[in-house]
């Protein structure tokens, strides 16, 4: 039988790789001891997010550091460019101000858009950062002094065992927990082929609302929230959508 400390092993063994560690506990495969840095929630907790379980590959466990019971708050979720134009900066600031009157706001610790989201997050509300590499590390750096805050006051979850470096393929694979944990999701920037398009697909998967900002005609930085617009998100052009946005739980 499962148990929780036996997930923890399997992911510092396998290095948090959700399909090694699937194989490992169906066959019950025995490892050797790991000493387990950091505090975790596994899919066998009570605290484990229900969000989560929607998924097609829910993560079997969350290192984390800071405020756990943040994720039983209604949460949204933000994302948008690493790469910020001067009007993505002031609409994902602007969402956020709004949004975090009644919901945790949960992003990805990375450059740009998600950077904004937790800063403003902070100045009023709660942020949940959701990361691609173990706890012990900082990236990008620009948001070192983000991640000593949110360490001690807000929460940062990781798949990854404390150690882990940044590695490429874990960013697109972390994107399907950003897209589970909000209740509905929100882009500001994006260009055709970006990063956030898969946190759509999966947002989508799930039956999550998703909503975009639009951008002027013809610029590149956000033609992907306007593709995305086209094919069918909802369109956030007004003050009064967002405040809708924030009384829903």
């Given at each position: 039988m499962i148990t929780r400390?036996?997930?923890?092993?399997?992911?510092?063994?396998?290095?948090?790789?959700?399909?090694?560690?699937?194989?490992?506990?169906?066959?019950?495969?025995?490892?050797?001891?790991?000493?387990?840095?950091?505090?975790?929630?596994?899919i066998l907790d009570e605290e484990y997010p229900p969000e989560l379980k929607a998924l097609r590959f829910?993560?079997?466990?969350?290192?984390?550091?800071g405020d756990v019971s943040l994720l039983r708050q209604p949460k949204a979720t933000i994302v948008g460019s690493r790469q910020l134009s001067r009007y993505g900066y002031e609409m994902t600031r602007y969402c956020a101000e709004v949004l975090r009157k009644n919901h945790v706001l949960v992003s990805g610790l990375a450059a740009g858009a998600d950077g904004c989201v937790h800063r403003t997050a902070m100045e009023g509300g709660h942020t949940i950062g959701v990361i691609g590499?173990?706890?012990?590390?900082?990236?990008?750096?620009?948001?070192?002094?983000?991640?000593?805050?949110?360490?001690?006051?807000?929460?940062?979850l990781s798949e990854y065992p404390y150690e882990t470096g940044v590695r490429k393929y874990h960013f697109p694979w972390r994107n399907r927990i950003l897209a589970a944990l909000g209740s509905f999701l929100v882009v500001t920037q994006a260009r055709i082929r970006s990063g956030t398009a898969l946190t759509v697909s999966e947002a989508l998967t799930l039956g999550r609302e998703v909503w975009?900002?639009?951008?002027?005609?013809?610029?590149?930085?956000?033609?992907?929230?306007?593709?995305?617009?086209a094919d069918g998100a909802y369109i956030l052009y007004d003050t009064g959508q967002l405040e809708i946005l924030s009384s829903q739980k």
């Open positions: 400390e036996m997930i923890a092993q399997y992911a510092y063994e396998y290095d948090g790789n959700w399909s090694r560690m699937s194989r490992a506990i169906a066959e019950g495969t025995e490892v050797p001891f790991h000493q387990v840095k950091e505090s975790y929630i596994t829910p993560p079997w466990i969350l290192f984390y550091q590499s173990g706890l012990s590390v900082s990236y990008p750096a620009e948001n070192r002094d983000l991640y000593a805050e949110m360490r001690r006051h807000e929460l940062i975009c900002v639009p951008h002027p005609f013809g610029e590149e930085n956000g033609a992907g929230c306007n593709k995305l617009i």
